[in-house]
């Protein structure tokens, strides 16, 4: 399994771009690879886009590339079965339904409700959290740059400022970061080999 989640038993226990990875680098699966790896280059984009937002252009491509990608499942019941859904979501503007007002915007499930601000505010936490674990992983392994680092984490953490509900529920995440991340930048007390020079009996 990808770093991070060696521990996982079960599919229901990873995140996507676990499933992702393990579906591109297992021969137990045959579908296009191709397809696989488009999905997890547009995961990426989402996931460093410095402004945090993606058009309705690159929404459309995802739209296409997800469909691709699934119709590599279409065999599987569970896939067909969530299709609709992720096709909703993937087609809606995003407009958050206000139960108080006459317009109703946005998507429309199959059950006829509509997409309400918690779900949209659950896909946002979901997509932060897995940005959050990411730069943690990187921070930890050290295979980028500290100053990297703190820039991904910088613009979070501004995306945050104006997002209070979304921050509140990211708080003990951010401090495990920053508390990894000052962990590292404190310089080693002795140099390796180095010994303090002894006191005088």
Not at 130 to 156: F, G
């Amino acid at each position: 399994m990808p770093r991070g989640l060696a521990d996982k038993t079960s599919p229901e226990e990873c995140d996507a771009v676990a499933l992702l990875s393990l579906i591109n680098s297992c021969d137990h699966f045959t579908v296009d690879r191709k397809k696989v790896t488009e999905v997890i280059k547009c995961r990426n984009e989402i996931m460093h886009s410095s402004e945090m937002k993606v058009s309705s252009l690159w929404l459309r491509d995802f739209q296409m590339k997800i469909q691709n990608f699934l119709n590599e499942f279409k065999n599987i019941p569970e896939i067909v079965a969530t299709y609709t859904r992720i096709e909703q979501l993937l087609t809606s503007d995003w407009a958050v339904h206000i139960p108080a007002e006459d317009q109703r915007d946005g998507c429309e499930y199959e059950t006829g409700v509509y997409l309400s601000e918690s779900q949209v505010n659950e896909i946002e936490m979901e997509l932060l959290k897995e940005k959050l674990q990411e730069i943690y992983l990187q921070a930890q392994e050290q295979d980028v740059l500290p100053e990297e680092i703190l820039n991904r984490l910088q613009v979070v953490k501004e995306f945050l400022r104006s997002n209070k509900d979304l921050r509140n529920g990211l708080t003990e995440d951010l401090q495990k970061l920053d508390s990894l991340h000052l962990q590292q930048q404190k310089p080693d007390s002795e140099e390796p080999g180095a010994q303090k020079p002894e006191g005088k009996a």
